[in-house]
């Protein structure tokens, strides 16, 4: 499944913005359902938040009830100028070519 940029760059913004709101750093941490709650696509922001534990912005954990997400705290740089950027121009898609 092809995904677009712009798509991306809005789930991504969306879901580090949420898990950074919610203190999500390694010791709190959010079920997917919830990290992907009141996006539209269910099936692009997984293939997102796949794409962010890649990129090792986001950690997962295997819990009891399913994977729980969490913020890299070794990459709050890069976490601090996904949540602060706005509009169309983005470091995501950047990111994606490293």
Same mark, same amino acid.
């Given at each position: 499944? %092809? ?6 760059? /809005? ?6 913005r @949420?898990?950074h709101?919610?203190?999500? #750093? ?19 922001? %997984? ?6 534990? /890649? ?6 954990? @295997? ?5 729980? #997400?969490?913020?890299?705290?070794d ?10 950027e ?11 070519m490293?």
């Amino acid at each position: 499944m %092809k995904i677009h940029k712009s798509d991306y760059i /809005k789930y991504s913004r969306f879901m580090v913005r @949420k898990l950074h709101k919610a203190t999500c #750093y390694g010791k709190g941490s959010m079920y997917e359902e919830n990290v992907i709650a009141g996006l539209p696509d269910k099936a692009v922001a %997984k293939e997102v938040i796949a794409a962010l534990v /890649k990129q090792k912005i986001c950690g997962k954990k @295997k819990k009891e009830h399913g994977w729980k #997400y969490y913020l890299n705290m070794d990459r709050y740089d890069k976490i601090m100028e996904i949540i602060k950027e706005t509009g169309s121009s983005s470091i995501i898609p950047i990111l994606l070519m490293l």
